[in-house]
């Protein structure tokens, strides 16, 4: 769905007075906590947890609330937004950022549709991902590559084969 400029002014807006509300003198909380929130359907509660920790460089916390974006839960629903988290995330090697930030790239949301950044994306995140998920990140990988002529294959392992993880300050 495409906001216009107002409503995406607005959405905006309201990431920033949630972002000033929760940065306020409460004591840090932990990734843990906002996880907690998170498996028990405590959106509002988990955001307030990962914004802080996702500004100060947390990897999972940044997925983490790329995700709350992506879906609108907790926070008002912005692809750029998501985007935004789950590359910054995905840069510091967070496999499952990476996964999440290939399938937007996939459908262009958030990012211009780029099928060969798609794939780097998805190449990366399958590589590292955990036993139990490698299995379904490969077919969606290859659901991907399938879509692709051999020049963007090649191009989309070649960028994944240059990438190094970077850690934020």
């Given at each position: 769905m495409r906001r216009s400029l107002p409503s995406?002014?607005?959405?905006i807006a309201a990431a920033m007075a949630l972002?000033?509300?929760t940065t306020g003198s409460a004591p840090a909380q932990s990734l843990n906590q906002g996880v907690s929130a998170l498996n028990r359907q405590d959106y509002q509660q988990a955001s307030r947890i990962f914004i802080p920790l996702a500004e100060h460089g947390n990897p999972s916390a940044?997925?983490?609330?790329g995700f709350l974006f992506e879906t609108g839960r907790g926070?008002?629903?912005?692809?750029?937004e998501a985007a935004m988290w789950y590359r910054r995330a995905a840069e510091q090697g967070?496999?499952?950022a990476q996964y999440s930030l290939g399938l937007l790239y996939d459908r262009g949301q958030g990012v211009p549709r780029d099928i060969v950044e798609a794939g780097k994306w998805l190449n990366?995140?399958?590589a590292a991902a955990p036993p139990r998920a490698r299995e379904a990140r490969q077919r969606i990988r290859d659901a991907v590559t399938g879509k692709m002529s051999?020049?963007?294959?090649?191009?989309?392992?070649q960028r994944a084969l240059e990438w190094a993880p970077t850690r934020e300050r």
């Open positions: 995406q002014l607005a959405v972002l000033a509300v940044q997925a983490y609330l926070v008002p629903q912005n692809y750029t967070d496999s499952l990366l995140s399958t051999r020049g963007e294959i090649a191009q989309a392992r």
